[in-house]
């Protein structure tokens, strides 16, 4: 008797392991101004897209981060790229509410061409870094500090303030792509701090193609 016992609580075991590694099915992408944002790996959920991309019109992306797995990577599929900074660009504005559980000191964004891969000076992709007119500077409504990279991955990085469990913070930006790049990413990073140490090239290698097969996985569900 305790033999099968035992063999039932593994096999509920092994059952509960199987369940647990099956991704969930994404909530559906959401679409404005020619893009189209969707979900790709993270604990997060997309709400809402609306706006045109013009100065007066953001691109509004709403989101809410719902658990600890703070790379967050969002693919932006582009139908038609609007062209309200230097015919080749947009303003954005995410907001995003923490249902994550803990406080965020830093919110990280960064841009990249190639999936799991830190963007480069030469592929026309980034936070407008040609333009230091109009579209500066970035701003929130809780962060008073933002922080830019340019030179070894397309970043900006708000802090100087906190975001607690249950609130919602506000981040204004632009991004323009030159290349183009059909799709981009766009990778988020809570209490992720300025300085800190990126991934190393093969584990950003291995992160990329465990992107892509789950990327995959995902767009077979949808089929």
């Known amino acids: ?12 075991s092994a059952l509960g392991l199987l369940l647990v590694a099956v991704p969930q099915a994404p909530a559906a992408p959401v679409s404005t101004g020619g893009l189209t944002f969707s979900e790709l790996s993270g604990d997060f959920v997309l709400n809402n897209a609306a706006g045109t991309g013009s100065s007066v019109d953001p691109i509004v992306l709403t989101e809410s981060i719902t658990g600890p797995d703070f790379d967050l990577f969002i693919q932006v599929d582009v139908e038609m790229l609007p062209d309200f900074i230097n015919d080749a660009g947009f ?9 994550s559980g803990v406080d965020w000191e830093f919110f990280d964004l960064e841009l990249q061409s190639d999936l799991g891969t830190p963007s480069t000076e030469g592929d026309g992709l980034s936070f407008d870094q040609a333009n230091f007119g109009p579209s500066r500077p970035f701003t929130s409504d809780v962060y008073t500090i933002v922080d830019e990279v340019t030179d070894v991955r397309d970043f900006v990085n708000y802090s100087g303030g906190v975001v607690a469990p249950g609130a919602t913070v506000t981040m204004n930006f632009a991004i323009t792509d030159f290349g183009p790049n059909n799709p981009f990413y766009l990778l988020q990073r809570p209490n992720f701090r300025p300085g800190q140490d ?11 193609i465990g992107l892509v097969g789950l990327a995959g996985f995902r767009r077979k569900s949808r089929d």
């Open 1 to 12: 008797m305790r033999r099968y016992f035992g063999l039932l609580i593994g096999s509920l």
């Open 91 to 99: 303003f954005m504005t995410k907001i995003v509410t923490n249902n």
């Open 198 to 208: 990126a991934p190393e090239p093969a584990t950003m290698l291995l992160l990329g």
